[in-house]
């Protein structure tokens, strides 16, 4: 325990959050949090200015994914707190560590409803992992350490700090704690052996083996095993939208997406599987399509961290309550022991033939220079280097982007899975080229996303994280319009938009802006970005026709696939 | 893991942080999940830091199962069993008000209450305030015994319930 001099709370924080190895810090200030920043304007810790709140905690959960350290935002109290809702809100459903630290009103005026008071505790308890108010700056030091533990282990998430602004001033000698004790809370679950047997027994017996990577599955370790135990078994490896990235899905196992707008590979074969090894997923309902229809055939086996995920959306015949890296770990030693790599077997050649035919539709050559979704991501694929961070916007951007662009690593694809926040993509490339200044951060927008936080352009600009932001341009609000084609008889009900000349916009906030017509010019147009210092916003007009197939129709099972009718006859196959 | 009991309710017994926000956290996590409390009681232990709260819910195995693993995710939660009917003990204590202007009915009332081991706690002209405690069924029982006297309040604890037997697995170095 080292003892600092005699400080204020807000000093203390600064303190806490850099031993807590924060690096950098999204916000906005305000009255209620104006001491921490006095504080702050001579500390040796990066401040990011933002133009809205929901953008600073975007950015710090982008930090969080690109880097796999906690990312930081800071909010003044009321308004500013409100505003991180959403991005808090987000980082909760996709099990992003975030740190968002609050100025609260002085403590004698709690509950008097003061000027910019809201109970920012109470409004996020249920989308945090926990939250704190510390009452003296002598408990601020702690409770950042308690903080950082709490968001960065087990399942990780968001946990918020709301600091009355009396306490940020407080003055109380300070204690920085080695070692913190959160009695109800032990992330460390080890995996049951008697479990792992099981797991290994029915992996190793399965004809059709398969593996449905989830979030929990994307990270560096975890990933690294999964390739192992897919490659020994030869079980194809689907992943939900949160696993892209745990899987190379230039493997010749991949399968891609599963789920609403999986590929055809992944939505047919998974319903063949006899055994389904399942890591890190909840079974989101745009994962499992009508979930009691979701792999019917198959034993599933459910690797999750959170023990409250086991049934809870799909009922599962083995659980194993532990990290992903651990228990892939031992089932890959286990399999190791029972069994040698298999020679191509009867379900591979069906995996293969399959993949052949939807690979060669997706990807055939395309003989005209028409912008259309799928030659605009494989433009993309080609020209950015593999270690390049692809970040979506929400809507049928990211849904092309999720079936068509390739993925080969854990931390290149950022998207925002369980929420679907609209405005998550620019922000969160900012926060994921604050993270990883080296690689290209290209954020795929549709324009109705981009414009719900394109003042962050601003924040890019001024403060030189070089994005890309690639507008996959309808003019409307695309995937709101594809649903009302398709099931709404056309009734086209508030979705054109049409409003913004992206080049000038581009351009008053000081960045690139450029208009492509086709793909030789969108070509070019991203390649001379990738040189510049500068933000760069490509417009990329397309047909607002355009929908996003394959599709599973909300509610149905997983079999009943739109828009894939010329392939009947390898459907039916099998 | 236990299921309910003949009216499908689910007991369950929670060791909780003892400090301000708790019952929000918990209770704000039932309503977010879908699960409805029926009953839920909240007192202090033999430890100074800690409460226990005992839970009824009306559901199956599964929400059993769901609401222990909810429960348990949260921080504040120091330890949560779905505790067994037959292998726990549960009581419940009401008071309830009753009309009671003669001295018949007054008496009446007395002799109902002292067959239920109740206690007259209250006494006024017009009224009395009997005091019941027991498990849920007695006390309904008396309380569709008494309502012909014309019952003025009701008030219940909700069930509070410990497992029988030496199985208290909770250390803690401040237990008063």
Redesign the interface.
């Known amino acids: 325990m080292s003892v600092l001099n005699k400080s204020s709370g807000g000093k203390a924080l600064l303190e806490a959050l850099k031993k807590e190895g924060a690096s950098i810090i999204f916000g906005i200030p305000g009255g209620a949090i104006l001491p921490i920043y006095d504080e702050l304007y001579d500390f040796e810790i990066r401040h990011v200015l933002c133009q809205h709140e929901q953008s600073a905690a975007h950015m710090a959960d982008g930090f969080a994914r690109a880097s796999g350290k906690p990312g930081v935002c800071f909010a003044t109290s009321g308004p500013g707190a409100t505003n991180l809702v959403t991005g808090i809100a987000n980082a909760y459903m996709d099990s992003s560590p975030i740190i968002a630290v609050t100025g609260q009103v002085p403590k004698p005026m709690i509950g008097k409803d003061a000027f910019q008071e809201v109970d920012i505790?109470?409004i996020t308890?249920?989308i945090t992992?926990?939250n704190f108010q510390p009452r003296s700056a002598s408990e601020i030091p702690e409770t950042v350490k308690k903080a950082f533990f709490?968001a960065t282990t087990g399942r990780k998430g968001p946990v918020l700090i709301d600091i009355p602004k009396d306490v940020q001033t407080e003055e109380c000698e300070l204690n920085f704690p080695d070692k913190i004790i959160?009695?109800?809370?032990n992330p460390y679950k080890k995996p049951c052996e008697k479990q792992i047997n099981a797991a290994v027994e029915l992996l190793a017996s399965a004809e059709k083996p398969m593996i449905l990577a989830g979030g929990g599955a994307a990270y560096p370790e975890a990933s690294s095993y999964l390739l192992k135990i897919s490659e020994l078994l030869l079980a194809p490896v689907a992943t939900s939208l949160m696993g892209k990235g745990a899987f190379p899905e230039d493997h010749p196992l991949s399968l891609g997406l599963l789920g609403m707008h999986g590929t055809l590979t992944a939505n047919k074969l998974i319903s063949e599987a006899d055994v389904l090894l399942s890591v890190g997923t909840r079974f989101s309902d745009r994962t499992t399509g009508k979930v009691n229809e979701f792999c019917k055939e198959a034993k599933i086996i459910h690797i999750d961290i959170?023990?409250?995920e086991?049934?809870?959306n799909k009922r599962v015949d083995l659980a194993i309550v532990a990290d992903a890296s651990e228990a892939l770990k031992v089932i890959y030693e286990g399999l190791l022991n029972r069994l040698n790599k298999k020679g191509e077997t009867p379900w591979f050649k069906r995996i293969k033939e399959f993949k052949e035919v939807w690979e060669g539709w997706i990807f055939e050559e395309e003989s005209n220079k028409e912008l259309k979704p799928i030659p605009i991501l494989k433009i993309l694929r080609k020209t950015l280097p593999v270690d390049a961070i692809l970040v979506t916007e929400v809507g049928q951007n990211q849904m092309w982007s999720a079936l068509y662009f390739k993925v080969f690593t854990p931390r290149t694809f950022i998207t925002s899975g369980g929420l679907g926040t609209m405005g998550f993509g620019l922000p969160a490339s900012i926060g994921a080229k604050a993270a990883k200044p080296d690689v290209p951060v290209v954020d795929v927008a549709g324009d109705g996303s981009f414009m719900m936080t394109e003042n962050a352009i601003s924040v890019s600009v001024a403060e030189k994280f070089p994005v890309i932001v690639v507008i996959i341009n309808n003019r409307v609000l695309g995937m709101v319009a594809q649903w009302q084609r398709l099931f709404y008889e056309r009734r086209y009900s508030a979705v054109k938009l049409d409003r913004v000349d992206f080049v000038k916009l581009a351009e008053a906030y000081g960045a690139n802006g450029v208009k492509v017509q086709d793909l030789n010019e969108f070509s070019k147009a991203l390649q001379n970005s990738l040189k510049l210092d500068v933000t760069s916003v490509i417009d990329v007009p397309i047909s607002p026709e355009e929908n996003v197939l394959p599709m599973v129709p909300p509610g149905s099972s997983l079999e009943k696939i739109m828009g894939v009718e010329k392939w009947d006859w390898v459907m039916k196959k099998g | 893991m236990g299921l309910g009991n003949e009216k499908g309710l689910i007991l369950i017994s929670a060791i909780v942080e003892h400090k301000p926000g708790v019952l929000h956290r918990i209770s704000n996590m039932f309503r977010r999940r879908d699960f409805n409390i029926e009953s839920i009681s909240v007192g202090v232990t033999e430890f100074k830091d800690l409460a226990r709260m005992t839970i009824t819910v009306k559901g199956d195995a599964n929400t059993a199962n769901q609401v222990v693993k909810q429960m348990a995710k949260l921080i504040d939660v120091v330890q949560v069993n779905v505790l067994d009917w037959a292998n726990s003990v549960q009581r419940e204590l009401a008071l309830i008000k009753l009309k009671a202007e003669t001295h018949e009915k007054r008496s009446e009332i007395m002799d109902y209450t002292s067959v239920f081991r109740g206690r007259i706690i209250d006494v006024s002209r017009d009224s009395l305030i009997v005091e019941v405690t027991g498990d849920s069924d007695k006390i309904d029982a008396f309380i569709n015994l008494t309502i012909s006297f014309g019952i003025i309040e009701v008030a219940r604890t909700g069930i509070t319930a410990l497992s029988r037997g030496v199985i208290s697995p909770i250390e803690n170095e401040g237990k008063a």
Do not use: L, N, Q
């Open positions: 505790i109470g308890t249920p992992k926990y709490i959160v009695r109800g809370y959170d023990e409250a086991i049934s809870k």
